[in-house]
């Protein structure tokens, strides 16, 4: 410990009689400090990375390998990252921070076994949801843009679809939950159709938009 007082003092003392070298040594310090910085996130920005544990590649990254953003016919792929770290410098840095939680249950074996990921799997996928929704599916956005979609290529229910959701608000991930992993076993896929549904009949939404082939019954005898 004395030992490297006296080398902060010889430094300071150098400084003071030099201090063109203060200036050299900070601004290459900073450098130094900076290049490993940005380093270390890319590093762990990877998929590589994040399926380097047991638990991420035995269970999460099997199922995101039988979903589209995995493999496709043109071979334009979502990873990890792509998903789950925002691209700006400052909400990626946050998102790493906050992912020291996650290499803390990863040591305490919080879903080291099948039966611990489904119990588990509910509550990380509405953390994940809520977080999406609150940054308006931002990474999703990184590829996705609602401006940019033609609505000539899309099947008539999707599109319709996409118009509704642009005019309720509703973000990407109010829709597309489960779209790069399996959902939940007690995920009420019913429940969600029947709040979809009853939102298009107050907007008086063509039901065979969606429905393509319904036939409309005479009047007064409802669909």
């Not at 900076?34 to 998929?47: P, R």
């Not at 429940?191 to 938009?209: G, I, P, S, V, Y």
Request: hydrophobic share 35%.
């Amino acid at each position: 410990m004395r030992g490297l007082l006296d080398l902060w003092r010889a430094c300071l003392k150098s400084f003071a009689l030099y201090p063109l070298m203060a200036v050299v040594t900070v601004f290459f310090g900073g450098i130094v400090f900076w290049g490993g910085l940005n380093w270390s996130l890319e590093i762990t920005n990877t998929e590589s990375f994040c399926v380097s544990c047991h638990v991420m590649e035995e269970y999460v990254f099997k199922e995101y390998k039988k979903t589209g953003h995995y493999t496709n016919r043109t071979g334009v792929r979502a990873s990890c990252p792509d998903c789950h770290v925002p691209k700006e410098w400052v909400h990626k840095v946050t998102r790493k921070v906050q992912a020291t939680n996650e290499l803390f249950h990863w040591m305490l074996g919080s879903i080291d076994s099948p039966e611990k990921f489904e119990a588990k799997k509910a509550e990380m996928a509405n953390r994940v949801w809520a977080s999406m929704k609150e940054t308006d599916s931002r990474e999703c956005r990184n590829c996705h843009g609602e401006g940019f979609m033609s609505h000539q290529e899309q099947t008539t229910g999707a599109s319709t679809m996409h118009v509704l959701a642009e005019k309720w608000g509703d973000t990407c991930i109010d829709c597309h939950q489960g779209i790069a992993h399996t959902l939940p076993n007690d995920f009420d896929k019913i429940a969600q159709m029947d709040k979809l549904h009853d939102r298009m009949e107050k907007e008086e939404t063509e039901c065979r938009l969606c429905h393509e082939g319904m036939v409309r019954p005479p009047p007064g005898e409802g669909w």
